[in-house]
Every structure is written in structure tokens, then in C-alpha cells.
């Protein structure tokens, strides 16, 4: 008894135990459809974060004089002041290896004979161009470098003199400058200055090798005509092309890359009054801000009258305050619009982003740096420094920019553009999902019109006029389709498709004329046949009468093709739909991907289609029989009136299998990004565009993440396509069987 | 033959209201979807095969429009008639009233003697075609393949006589069998046991458990394996100096004498000798080497079997994981499930998830598989080998489980139509009879539902066989240097990358540097997919039907 006992309660452990087991595996497809809805989620997320700002130490600074300008090295451990009195300062920002934040760590004296520095210019982040009192001007790099100990990384850092660290000759009068602007890269050092006697000069340094290893060099002495007297500002774009020289309310840009001459290229005339400009990264735009609080980019558009200088957009900070400076991230479009107050606005410039504004210090700062990386900013004002943390990893990505046109740099107008990498370093990716979503729904228009008259009517013969025998038969073959995998679709597309409609293209157009036609003509002639001969071909054999009329129609506009070709497209309809209809024609093109594509969608939507059909109850179709309609009346009004929502998600289902095929687009088009509904030219589809670019992003990247996002765009749009189709489907099915 | 009277037109009128022409188009459409099943099927088997069997190779003499002999030797690869106007501008003369010409595309071979192996001729241009016996096809294991006549055959750098050649042919495959062995496995071995030891020691360092006594020994194993590496290597120097001695003269088309060394060729054939019998043997010879060879040439000749082997390892692993949880979720579905909003839910979940373009289980399988997944599984249990990641990239297992994923509802729908079919009539009685519901499940349900869930597992089978567009995302390499199953431990590596049938279709077919000489291995290697694929499914196919009959009968 008690062993029998014992054992009902294992087997009823056991029972529970697998009912728990079986839920649970059950409920963990849920999960997983739920996991990847979160996951694509959770990595898109932060494209659309905005940037945060925080104070993560403040020191005070041992020197009491004025501070000039401030630098940080990449890992934000060292940071760097330059003083008035031609001090620079070296201090950690962080507590290791027994020292304490704040604490120097190295100094040196930059200027001579107890003068004291006028100017500090900046060329990048890399080269500052120091004048003092004495008028000696040297051009200094602060380096930092990384030794790593057994178990920890010092930073040291150190002055080079990139041109020598003898004071450098800039103005063959010696006179003193007023405003000096500097930029120089490894083999030339442009120098533009006001001088006090009145001039406007340009002094280039040649270097000899290349500055990198050797200081040698040679110079040139320009002067620059120039109309004012009165210059407010200079600044010279990193690749030494252009000057801009403000002077009141006009900004007056001269071009630098003549050695002979300099040149004035155009004015720049933004009708306010302008109280700051700077450069963005790029060298193609300057930002101008004005009293009002406005900051405006401008960059070369080509128009009507050849390249000139446009304003694209412009920025109002979050006070209405005077922009008293602007300052720019090193690689990326962002910068920093900054008040007399202390306010601080960061913006994004295409993407036409706020993206973060508070007030930082009480007045406007003394300096100000972004750090090499972009993601610190480091602010001194009255002896105090304060390191600000910046999180702003993807300010180029916002909703509107994805979606909307941008007006990139180098551009004549707002555009969509797809570009995400390109071999040259300055380059900005312009990601703007309109072309790629846009193509997608290319193909699938395309495919869905090849192939649902074909499905569709096949779906309908199969279901209601065909014998039970050859349905058998007929079904699991078209069905077979479903299997084939898609490569092998797609590589017959590219390869053998493409060039087959290339050179016979007519054939094509003839086909769509031909194939209705010479069915008509069977199904007449059949209809015209003898009582005899039509009880021995009955007409339920129309499948198999028509495979050879169709081969056979097939053949004539295969044949006919070159012949139409030659008399009526001159011998070459490519060159014909080129240069006569002015229609670019692709190899690989919609029309190939929309044939390829639809013998995909085919089965897709003749299973779920012939299935509605064939399941709409006899008593139906028996009761219209009965009251004299015919068998295409019957099918029409009746049939196809009671399936159509099971038709419906049919051609919902066909959707969302070509929305979302790889392999057909990527092998059947050339996958460039455009915006055109020509059946003569290709398309990237969002899947194809996954498939080429996801292996060579970089992870974590805006580029990683905007690719992540058309996969969500297609998890999306396929979800709801596919539960509306099942909803229908379900609706349909509890209405058959009430019936 | 159609008269215009109004009898015709009543006719006409009447046919039209019976609406038989539109069913006619509508059977129209079947028709057209038949011919394009079949026609795509007869497409690529004829393609295909046409690889395997042996050319015949012409010797074609021609004269161009500069007068200029030549001679072309090499099969017809492609025939098409263009416009003559086309020729318009060459001095080619043809009849008046020509208005296309044919012209045939001959693969030449000799890849290191010209720069295209493909040339267009121009049938008007030819003077003679001959199909000479003496002509040979040297398959090559560089350059592909050589057309030209045997002059002499050097053995051991003696010449012997050309009798002697199958002989030496055998010799070679000898010696290529032992380097090939030696290369391999013994070296590969010595190259992967190297390779361990260092890992194992930047492990102990890690760990801080490095003794001195610890790293001699490791350095000890590292430089015994070393020195038998240097044996092995010298004694595979001396089989390739001894096999480069011997040689092969052969005249190519253009008259020059070529010195072709016997390790480079694999295979000598007379194609012009063969009757249709011998062809037939070259050709089933050819198959078979084309299934069980490893590539050449950037993967544009020789066999597919790596990307064979790549497959089905794959699609077994994916097998194993997902056969337990569809089966489980379909029984879940349809044995215990009520009939509530959680049901209704997840039956949207498995719609959709049969529903989701695959390219999206490859970003969600790289991202979180092989990022998330495998680059935690590197910090925890591989540290040795950061930052070379070791789970953390693409590879084999990270595959199977994306498609096992993607295949998930395939199993589901299959196996809860078998369970739907199963008379409730056999589950009451096993429950009358006393047995819990579990014993039901697991005595009666599922040995009847076996041939049902078989089904399933088969159709998902074909399915993750032709699936490429996520693999490319989560592991598939175009060329695998290693098979993720050797013989050096733990033997299974499913870490590793490795090759797949249909991505070798999209790789080879487009991103080649010569597409036209890749072509037919494509076609042969689609035949081979599609193959596979349409014999996966038609078995399921026949087991369902099977199934589907022997249900009936249960019931009555």
C-alpha cells in the first residue's frame, strides 16, 4: 500500500513537473519574440538620448593671473592654462599614483625676458601660436604621452616647437599685430595678421621637409589688399584655403592657396550684427553669432552664379543673450555656442539639434576647450577650472534628420541621402532613411504586381474549377516554390535574368500583351471544337491545354524581339530608352527584382489564398448554382465576396515576405540608394542595405545603431502586417464555421 | 476563318457571358506557375549538369578582319547571334541581307600564357573546325585548366615515354596524398597544439599562478613541439623537390612549348577520345569530385565539400536545439494551453515569428548572440585570448542558434497539425485507463505524433539549409581555412567560422573577380542546394501525406 502510494505521488510529481516544463517552453516563444523586440530596442535607444553635461571635478588654479587657454589630453588626466604671464601649467585631474587631483604637474615659461603674452591662437587642437609684448611670436604643441608602469599609466607631458623654439619672424615692417590668425598643418604655416601700422598681412612658412621631423623652413611675406582699417576678427580654415576676415557687420573671405597672390574671394554680408564666429570642423562652414542670440551656419553652395557663400540654417541659443563666442568639436559637426553670462548651447549643425543648455560658470569664461575625444569641456573662470563630462555620442542622429531632408556641406539643396562611409577621414555620414525605405517598398510594389495577378488567378482556378486530381498534383508543385531558397532565386536574377531581359526587353512587354492573348485564343478555339473532342480534352484540362499555347507565345515574343528591336528601337533599345526616353537603364533593375521577387511571393500568397477559397462552404456555391447563376457568377459574387478577407491577408502575408527578402534585391540590383520609381533602375532595399553594411560597422557606432533601427523598422512593420493578416484570418475562420 | 455575321457575334457574345474566357485566364495562371516551377528546376539542373560532363574541344582556325591567322583551341563555352550592324565599323564582310551573325564564346584555359581565358569568335571568321583526338584537358590546381597536345614526359627529369603517363599521374597523386596528410594533419596538429600551450600559459600569468617551474615546463613542451614541427617541415621539403623533378611538355594553342610540373596537375583527359560511355564515367567522376574536393582558385573550381560539410554540421547542431523546444511549445500549444489571452498571444508570437524577415534574426543574432553573449562568454572563460575574441565573433554555434530561432515556428505549426489529428478517442482511454496525463504525452501521443514532428524537423531542415541573409551577419565565411570538426581537441569547435552552401552560391556567383569562369560551378553548386532541398521536402511532403492517411484510418 504504501509503496503503490509512494509511487502515485512520483507519478503525479512527475506529471506536475512536466506540465511546468511544457509551459514554460511554451511561453518562451513568446519570450523570444518579446526578447527581440527589446534588444533591437535597447541598442537603437541611444541614438535618440540626448547629451548630458556634468561637472566632474573643479580645481583651483595656482596662478593668479589671467588665464589664457586651457587643453586636456585624450584621457581626460591632464589638463593644461596658459596664463598672461606666459606661464603654461600642467595639472592631474584625477587621484592616482599617490597624488591629488589639482596637484602640477609640470610648468614651463614661454615667453622671455618678463614680457607677457597678448595672444593665444589656436590651430586645432594641436598647435597654439603664442605673441607677447616683445613681439616674439613661436608656435608651441603640448604633448602628452602614456607610460604604462607594472601596474599603472602615468601621463607625462612636454612642449615641442614645431617651428623651432627660436621667436619667429612674421612681418618683414616687425611691426605689432592687432589680430593674428594662424592654422598650419605638416609642411606650410599660414599666418594672417592686422598689423598696428594698418596692414592686412599674410605670412606663410614653407617647410623644407616636413615639420613633423624638421623646423626648417622657408618664408613668404604678403600683403593683403583690404579696404578697412578695422578688423574684429581672423580665422584661417585647417586645410589653408580661406581666410575670413570680419570687419564691423561683413565677413570678407580671401583665398590663401595662391603664394603669389591673395585673393578676395567673396563677402559674406549676414545683416545682424555679428559678435563671434567660428569655424566647424570640416574646414567647408563658418558659424556666425549675433546679438541676438542667433548662431547661423553658412558654407559654398554652387548656384546660378557660380559658388558663393549661403546661409543653410541657423541656431537660437536658449537665452536670447549675445553670443560672445563659439566653440568647435575637432572631428564632429557639433559646437558650442557660449554667453556673457555663462550659458552654455550645444548644437548639432545638420542633424539641427539642440542638444543640451545650461548655465556653466557665472560670467563668460576666461577659456574654454572641448577635450580631443569631444566627450569633456573644460571651462575656467576666476582661477577656478571645471571639467565637464559630455555624453553625446550620437548628436548626428535625431528622428527628424532620418526622416527629413538635410542640407549637407558641398550640396546645392536639402537632399535624402544614404552614404555611411567613404575613404576620406573628414567625412560626414549622412544617414537619411528615405531612400533606403523608399526602395523597399520599390521592390515590393514591383514584386507584388508581377506576382498577385499570376498567384491570384491561379489561387482561384486551383481552388474552385479544378478536378481533385490535378489539384493533388498541382498544389504541392507550385508550393515546392516556397522552398527554393532565395539565393538561388536571386543569383538566377542577377546572373542569368538580368542579362536575358537586357538583350531582349521588348520580349518582355510582348509577353504581357502576348500571354492574355494567346489564351483567349486556346479558350475560343476549344470553345469552338467538336462535341466529341471536348468530351475527350474536357475543359477542366485548360491547366495542362495551356502550358504548350503559353511556351509557345513565350517563344514567338522571344523571337519577335530582335526583329522589333531593329525596326523599331534602332537596333538597341537600351540606347533607345537611354538617350531618346533620357530614362537611365541598369542592368540590374526593378523590373528584374520585381520577376525574381514575385516568384518568391507567389506561393506565399496562392497557399493562403487558394486556402480561403477552397474553404468557403459547398451549401454556398450550391445554393447560387441552384438559382441559375453560372460558375463564374458563382464565383465572383459569392466566392470570392465571402473569402476576400482570407484574400486579403493573403496578399498581407505576400507583403511582408517581399518587404523583408534579402538575398533576391541584393543579388538582382545594384543596391544604390535612389530615389526613383523607373522600372529601368535598381534600388537598396533596407534588408540588402543590413545585409551589405552590418559586417563592416563599427559596434556601438550611430552607423551600428541606424542599422539596428531598419531592423526594427522591418521587426515593425512585418508584425503589424502579419498580425492584421492573422487577426482577419481567425475572423474568417470562426465566420466559416458559424456558417 | 471568323466571319463577321451576327451569328458569330452572338456567339462570341454568349461565350463571353459565360464567363469561360476568364476561367480560361485563370488557368492561365496555374499554367504560368507550373512553367516557371519546373522551368526554374529544369533551368538549373540542365546548367548544372552540363558542368560535370566532359566538352568536346575544338580547334578552331580563323583568319580576322587585319587577315591575321590564328588558331583558338578550347570548347564552346556560349553561342548568340548579334545585330551585324554591330559590325558595322570592323571589316568583317558578310552576304548582304546577313542581319545576325553567330558568334561562340571558347574557353581557352591556358590562364598564365593569355590574359583572357574567354574570347568571343566570330562564326563568318573561321575558316576550319576540327575536333583533333591528341588534344588533352589538364586540370590544374593553379590557373585552371590547360588546352593543348602532349609533347614529352619527364620522369625523375628523365624523359620517358608518353605510355608511362597514367603511371606518373598516379605517382603524383600519391605524393600529393602524403604531403596533403603531412600539411594537415600533422602539421596543422603540431601548429594548433603551439597555439593551446602559449594560451595556457598567458592563462596561468592571468591567474597569477605562473611558476618558474610551470613555465619551463610549457616552454619545454613548446620547444619539443617545435622541433618536431622542423622535421616534418623538412621532410615536406623533400617530397616537393622530389616531385618537382617530374614534368610535363605540352604545345599550347599558339605553338609554344609549355613546361608544366607534374604536382600542379590533377587530372589528364583525352575529351575528343571519349565515347559516350567513358564520357559518362568522367562525368559521374567529375560529381563525385566536385562533392567530396575542397576549392581552388578562390573558390571558382574544384569541389564544394567544406561548404557541404559547413551546412549540415550547422543545420544538425540547429536540429538538436530546436527540435526539443518547438516540439515542446507545440504540445504546450495544443495539449495544455487554455483557451485565453496568453494562447491568443502566443500564437501571434509564433505567426510572427515564422513571419520576420530573416535578415532581422542576423541582427539580433549578431548583436546580441555574438556581442552580448559571446563577448561576456570570452571575459569569463576565455581571458587568455582577448582581446582576440574567441565566442565573441561570428561562428558556427551562434548560427545554428539564430536559424534555430528562425526555424522555430517551422517545427511548431508541423507538430501541432500532427497532434491535432491524433483522435481525442486515444487520450481518453489512456486517461481512463489511469495513466497521469504526462504518461499520456509521453507513451501514446508522441510515439503517434513521431512521424509528424519528423516532418517538421525535416521542412526546418530545408529551410535553414537554403537560408543565407542572416548567416551572413553571424558566422558564414567564404573561405573557412579549418573545418569546425578535426581531429585536434575538443574537436568540435563551435567557435569557429565556416562555409555554407548558399552563401558559396552568392560569394562565387558575385563578388569573384571572374564571374565568367565561376559561372557553371555556381549552376552546379544550385543544382546541389536545390537538390537537397526539393528531396527535404518532398519527404516531409510524403510523410505528412502518410501520416495524414493513416489518421483516417484510425479514425474509422
Not at chain 1, 627660436?166 to 592687432?178: G, K, M, T, V
Not at chain 1, 559586417?695 to 556601438?700: A, D, F, I, N, R
Not at chain 1, 526594427?712 to 508584425?719: A, G, M, Q
Not at chain 2, 569547435?493 to 552568392?506: A, E, S, V
Amino acid at each position: 500500500m504504501a509503496l503503490a502510494f509512494k509511487s502515485t505521488g512520483t507519478r503525479q510529481l512527475k506529471n506536475s513537473l512536466a506540465k511546468w516544463l511544457i509551459t514554460l517552453g511554451g511561453i518562451s516563444v513568446l519570450f523570444t519574440l518579446v526578447l527581440i523586440f527589446m534588444y533591437l530596442l535597447y541598442v537603437i535607444k541611444p541614438v535618440f538620448d540626448s547629451a548630458t553635461v556634468e561637472q566632474t571635478s573643479q580645481l583651483s588654479l595656482t596662478s593668479s593671473t589671467k588665464t589664457l587657454s586651457v587643453g586636456v589630453d585624450e584621457l581626460k588626466e591632464v589638463a593644461y592654462q596658459i596664463n598672461e604671464l606666459g606661464d603654461i601649467r600642467f595639472y592631474r585631474l584625477t587621484d592616482k599614483n599617490g597624488h591629488k587631483i589639482g596637484s602640477q604637474l609640470f610648468s614651463q615659461q614661454l615667453v622671455s625676458n618678463g614680457g607677457e603674452i597678448k595672444h593665444v591662437v589656436d590651430s586645432g587642437i594641436n598647435y597654439k601660436l603664442i605673441v607677447d609684448s616683445n613681439n616674439n611670436n613661436i608656435v608651441i604643441a603640448p604633448k602628452f604621452q602614456s607610460v604604462y608602469t607594472a601596474d599603472s599609466r602615468e601621463i607625462i607631458a612636454r612642449i615641442d616647437y614645431p617651428l623651432g623654439e627660436e621667436p619667429l619672424e612674421l612681418d618683414e615692417n616687425n611691426a605689432s599685430f592687432s589680430k593674428i590668425a594662424f592654422a598650419m598643418d605638416s609642411e606650410k604655416a599660414v599666418f594672417v595678421a592686422k598689423t598696428n601700422d594698418g596692414r592686412l598681412i599674410k605670412t606663410t612658412l614653407l617647410s623644407e621637409d616636413s615639420f613633423d621631423y624638421d623646423p626648417a623652413f622657408d618664408t613668404i611675406f604678403q600683403e593683403i589688399e583690404f579696404y578697412s582699417k578695422k578688423v574684429d576678427e581672423i580665422l584661417i580654415t585647417p586645410d589653408l584655403s580661406l581666410a575670413f576676415v570680419q570687419s564691423g557687420n561683413t565677413i570678407s573671405v580671401f583665398e590663401l592657396d595662391d603664394e603669389d597672390n591673395v585673393t578676395l574671394k567673396t563677402e559674406i554680408k549676414p545683416k545682424t550684427t555679428i559678435t563671434s564666429m567660428a569655424l566647424l570642423s570640416g574646414s567647408s562652414s563658418i558659424l556666425i553669432g549675433d546679438n541676438k542670440g542667433q548662431i547661423s551656419q553658412w558654407f559654398e553652395v554652387a548656384g546660378e552664379g557660380g559658388r558663393d557663400f549661403q546661409k543653410i540654417r541657423s541656431f537660437n541659443n536658449s537665452t536670447g543673450e549675445v553670443v560672445a563666442k563659439i566653440y568647435t568639436e575637432q572631428f564632429r559637426k557639433s559646437f558650442y555656442g557660449v554667453t556673457a553670462t555663462g550659458v552654455v548651447d550645444v548644437f548639432y549643425t545638420t542633424s539641427e539639434a539642440q542638444l543640451w543648455n545650461g548655465k556653466l560658470v557665472s560670467s563668460q569664461p576666461d577659456a574654454f576647450a572641448v577635450s580631443p575625444r569631444s566627450d569633456a569641456i573644460i571651462v575656467v573662470n576666476n582661477n577656478d577650472l571645471k571639467i565637464f563630462s559630455v555624453h553625446n555620442e550620437h548628436p548626428e542622429v535625431t528622428w527628424s534628420a532620418l526622416w527629413n531632408e538635410v542640407w549637407y556641406e558641398g550640396y546645392a539643396e536639402p537632399d535624402y541621402i544614404w552614404q555611411s562611409t567613404s575613404g576620406t577621414d573628414d567625412f560626414e555620414a549622412k544617414f537619411s532613411l528615405v531612400p533606403i525605405s523608399f526602395g523597399t517598398i520599390k521592390a515590393a510594389f514591383y514584386a507584388m504586381l508581377f506576382a498577385v495577378p499570376i498567384a491570384l488567378t491561379a489561387a482561384i482556378y486551383t481552388a474552385y474549377f479544378m478536378t481533385p486530381a490535378l489539384r493533388k498534383k498541382v498544389k504541392p508543385t507550385i508550393e515546392l516554390m516556397e522552398a527554393l531558397p532565395t539565393v538561388i532565386l536571386g543569383f538566377l536574377a542577377g546572373l542569368w535574368l538580368a542579362p536575358l531581359i537586357e538583350s531582349y526587353l521588348p520580349a518582355i512587354f510582348l509577353m504581357v500583351i502576348f500571354l492574355p492573348l494567346s489564351t483567349l485564343i486556346a479558350a475560343f478555339a476549344w470553345y469552338k471544337l467538336p462535341k466529341e473532342l471536348k468530351i475527350k480534352i474536357p475543359e477542366t484540362l485548360a491547366p495542362v491545354i495551356l502550358i504548350p499555347v503559353i511556351l509557345v507565345s513565350v517563344y514567338f515574343a522571344f523571337a519577335l524581339s530582335p526583329v522589333l528591336e531593329l525596326h523599331m528601337f534602332g537596333g538597341d533599345v537600351r540606347q533607345y530608352i537611354t538617350n531618346e526616353l533620357g530614362i537611365n537603364f541598369d542592368q540590374r533593375n526593378a523590373l528584374v527584382v520585381g520577376i525574381a521577387m514575385g516568384f518568391a511571393v507567389i506561393p506565399t500568397i496562392f497557399t493562403m489564398a487558394e486556402d480561403a477559397i477552397f474553404s468557403v462552404p459547398r451549401h454556398l456555391t450550391s445554393g447560387s448554382l441552384a438559382l441559375g447563376a453560372t460558375q463564374w457568377q458563382t464565383l465572383i459574387k459569392v466566392v470570392l465576396l465571402t473569402a476576400s478577407p482570407g484574400i486579403f491577408s493573403a496578399l498581407m502575408m505576400g507583403l511582408g515576405r517581399a518587404v523583408g527578402e534579402t538575398m533576391i534585391v541584393l543579388m538582382a540590383t545594384g543596391n544604390t540608394p535612389i530615389l526613383d520609381w523607373s522600372i529601368f533602375q535598381g534600388m537598396r532595399t533596407l534588408a540588402a542595405n543590413i545585409a551589405v553594411e552590418m559586417p563592416e560597422s563599427e559596434v556601438g557606432s550611430s552607423h551600428y545603431r541606424i542599422l539596428f533601427l531598419a531592423a526594427f523598422v522591418l521587426f515593425v512593420f512585418t508584425f503589424v502586417v502579419n498580425t492584421l493578416a492573422e487577426f482577419i484570418r481567425q475572423r474568417l475562420r470562426d465566420k466559416y464555421s458559424s456558417l | 476563318m471568323m466571319k463577321n455575321s451576327n451569328k458569330e457575334q452572338q456567339n462570341m457574345n454568349k461565350w463571353f457571358r459565360s464567363g469561360s474566357p476568364w476561367i480560361w485566364l485563370s488557368a492561365g495562371g496555374v499554367s504560368i506557375s507550373l512553367i516557371s516551377v519546373l522551368g526554374l528546376l529544369w533551368l538549373i539542373a540542365s546548367k548544372g549538369l552540363s558542368y560535370f560532363w566532359p566538352a568536346d574541344i575544338y580547334e578552331f582556325k580563323s583568319i580576322n578582319d587585319k587577315g591575321i591567322h590564328g588558331t583558338v583551341i578550347g570548347e564552346i563555352y556560349d553561342r548568340e547571334f548579334i545585330p551585324a550592324s554591330q559590325l558595322a565599323h570592323t571589316a568583317v564582310k558578310l552576304p548582304p541581307g546577313q542581319e545576325t551573325v553567330e558568334r561562340l564564346l571558347v574557353k581557352t584555359g591556358n590562364r598564365e600564357l593569355v590574359s583572357l581565358d574567354f574570347r568571343w569568335l566570330l562564326v563568318p571568321e573561321i575558316q576550319t573546325t576540327t575536333k583533333p583526338e591528341e588534344v588533352v584537358v589538364i586540370e590544374r590546381r593553379t590557373n585552371g585548366n590547360f588546352y593543348g597536345y602532349i609533347e614529352s614526359v619527364i620522369l625523375e627529369g628523365k624523359e620517358v615515354d608518353i605510355t608511362r603517363l597514367p603511371e606518373l599521374l598516379e605517382r603524383v597523386d600519391n605524393f600529393q596524398e602524403e604531403i596533403d596528410s603531412l600539411q594537415k594533419t600533422h602539421i596543422g596538429a603540431i601548429n594548433y597544439k603551439i597555439e593551446r600551450t602559449r594560451l595556457k600559459e598567458r592563462k596561468y600569468k592571468l591567474d597569477n599562478e605562473l611558476t618558474e617551474d610551470l613555465a619551463k615546463e610549457l616552454n619545454g613542451e613548446v620547444a619539443a613541439l617545435e622541433a618536431e614541427y622542423k622535421v616534418l617541415e623538412a621532410e615536406l621539403m623533400g617530397l616537393r623537390e622530389e616531385i618537382a623533378r617530374d614534368q610535363l611538355v605540352v604545345r599550347a594553342m599558339d605553338g609554344q612549348t609549355v613546361t608544366i610540373n607534374f604536382e600542379h596537375i590533377l587530372k589528364i583527359t583525352y575529351n575528343n577520345k571519349l565515347n559516350f560511355f567513358d564520357k559518362f564515367l568522367t562525368f559521374l567522376e567529375q560529381i563525385s569530385a566536385f562533392l567530396v574536393d575542397d576549392p581552388r582558385e578562390a573558390n571558382t573550381e574544384g569541389g564544394v565539400f567544406p561548404a557541404i560539410f559547413g551546412t549540415v554540421l550547422m543545420v544538425l547542431l540547429m536540429t538538436v536545439i530546436v527540435s526539443p523546444f518547438g516540439v515542446i511549445a507545440a504540445i504546450y500549444l495544443h495539449e495544455y494551453a487554455g483557451k485565453n489571452a496568453l494562447t491568443k498571444l502566443l500564437r501571434i508570437a509564433v505567426i510572427n515569428l515564422a513571419g520576420v524577415p530573416s535578415i532581422v534574426y542576423g541582427v539580433f543574432g549578431l548583436g546580441f548572440f555574438v556581442y552580448m553573449v559571446g563577448g561576456s562568454l570570452d571575459q569569463l572563460f576565455y581571458p587568455e585570448t582577448l582581446p582576440s575574441p574567441t565566442f565573441g565573433t561570428p561562428g558556427v554555434m551562434w548560427s545554428a542558434i539564430t536559424l534555430a530561432i528562425l526555424t522555430l515556428p517551422v517545427v511548431i505549426v508541423s507538430t501541432e497539425e500532427g497532434l491535432a489529428r491524433i483522435p481525442s478517442a486515444m487520450r481518453h482511454g489512456s486517461l481512463a485507463l489511469g495513466a497521469t496525463k504526462a504518461e499520456t504525452l509521453w507513451r501514446i501521443i508522441l510515439p503517434i505524433a513521431s512521424p509528424a514532428i519528423m516532418t517538421g524537423i525535416i521542412l526546418a531542415i530545408a529551410r535553414a539549409a537554403g537560408e543565407v541573409a542572416p548567416l551572413m551577419l553571424v558566422g558564414v565565411v567564404k573561405m573557412a581555412p579549418n573545418l569546425p570538426l578535426d581531429g585536434n581537441f575538443p574537436f568540435l569547435h563551435l567557435d569557429r567560422k565556416f562555409m555554407h552552401l548558399g552563401f558559396h552560391i552568392y560569394d562565387v556567383g558575385f563578388q569573384s573577380p571572374n564571374v565568367e569562369a565561376a559561372r557553371p560551378l555556381v549552376y552546379a553548386t544550385a543544382l546541389l542546394l536545390v537538390t537537397i532541398i526539393v528531396a527535404l521536402n518532398m519527404t516531409a511532403v510524403s510523410v505528412r501525406n502518410r501520416l495524414r492517411e493513416k489518421y483516417r484510418m484510425l479514425e474509422h
